[in-house]
C-alpha cells in the first residue's frame, strides 16, 4: 500500500494561512488523498478529499502536485479550534479495502493567538 | 442528529473482566466500524461491518468480538480484557465501504485495563 510522509508537528499564528504538507511518493493512479483531523480528546472528522485537481470546501482547500507525489493541506485563516493532528490519508478506489482509514502518526498543529 | 454516540464515555476494569462498547448511529448508514488508538498514535481499525448482517476483521481484531445488532447498533465486546487492551475506542458509521464515502466518528470510550 501507498504511505504518506507528515511532518510531526507545525506551528501557526492565529488568523495566519497554513500549509500542511504530505508526501505520497508511490502514489497509484487510483489512490485518492483524505485529510482528516482530530481535535483534542474527540473523534477525527474529515476534511476534505480529491483525486488530481485542486478542491475547496468550507474547511479548507486542498493543492494536489501535478505528479500527485505530494499535496498540501491549506486552511486560509486558522484560528484556535483549528488546533488538531491532521491526517493525510490514500484511500484506493482500484481495490476492496477501499474503506480502510490509514491513520498514521499526523501533524500536530498548534495555533498561538 | 445526535450522528455516532459511544456509551460508556470512560471505564477501568481489571484483567479478566469482560465487557461490551456501545455504539449506536443515527443516520441510517450501512457501514459501521470500530477502531483503537494508542497514545500518541493513529487508529487502527479493529472490525468494521459494511451493512447489517455482516462483520469482517481489520488489523487489530484479536481479543475482540463484535455484533450488529440492527443497523443502527454496532457492538464490540472484550471477552477478558488485558492492559494491552487499555486504549480509546472509537466507533464511526458511513453511507458505505468506498474510497468516497465519508467515515463519521464518534466521540470516543477511554477504556484502561489493570
Known amino acids: 500500500d501507498a504511505k504518506t510522509t507528515q511532518p510531526n508537528s507545525m506551528e501557526s499564528n492565529e488568523e495566519e494561512p497554513v500549509h500542511l504538507p504530505c508526501n505520497h511518493s508511490?502514489?497509484?493512479?487510483?489512490?485518492?488523498i483524505h485529510w482528516y483531523r482530530q481535535l483534542p480528546s474527540q473523534g477525527p472528522e474529515y476534511v476534505i478529499h480529491g483525486l488530481t485537481s485542486n478542491v475547496n470546501n468550507r474547511m479548507a482547500s486542498l493543492a494536489i502536485a501535478e505528479d500527485r507525489k505530494s499535496s498540501t493541506l491549506i486552511l486560509h485563516r486558522a484560528t484556535l479550534r483549528d488546533a488538531a493532528v491532521y491526517y493525510c490519508?490514500?484511500?484506493?478506489?482500484?481495490?476492496?479495502?477501499?474503506?480502510?482509514?490509514?491513520f498514521g502518526k499526523g501533524t500536530s498543529l498548534l495555533v498561538t493567538p | 442528529n445526535a450522528g455516532v454516540t459511544q456509551t460508556p464515555k470512560f471505564q477501568v476494569l481489571k484483567t479478566g473482566q469482560s465487557m461490551t462498547l456501545q455504539c449506536a448511529q443515527d443516520?441510517?448508514?450501512?457501514?459501521m466500524y470500530w477502531y483503537r488508538q494508542d497514545p500518541g498514535m493513529g487508529l487502527r481499525l479493529i472490525y468494521y461491518s459494511a451493512s447489517e448482517g455482516t462483520t469482517d476483521k481489520g488489523e487489530v481484531p484479536n481479543g475482540y468480538n463484535v455484533s450488529r445488532l440492527n443497523k443502527r447498533e454496532f457492538s464490540l465486546r472484550l471477552e477478558s480484557a488485558a492492559p494491552s487492551q487499555t486504549s480509546v475506542y472509537f466507533c464511526?458509521?458511513?453511507?458505505?465501504?468506498?474510497?468516497?464515502?465519508?467515515?463519521?466518528f464518534g466521540p470516543g470510550t477511554r477504556l484502561t485495563v489493570l
Open positions: 464511526a458509521s458511513s453511507e458505505g465501504v468506498t474510497y468516497t464515502d465519508t467515515q463519521y
Open positions: 490519508i490514500l484511500r484506493s478506489a482500484n481495490s476492496n479495502s477501499g474503506y480502510a482509514l490509514n
Open positions: 508511490t502514489i497509484s493512479g487510483t489512490d485518492y
Open positions: 443516520m441510517n448508514h450501512n457501514s
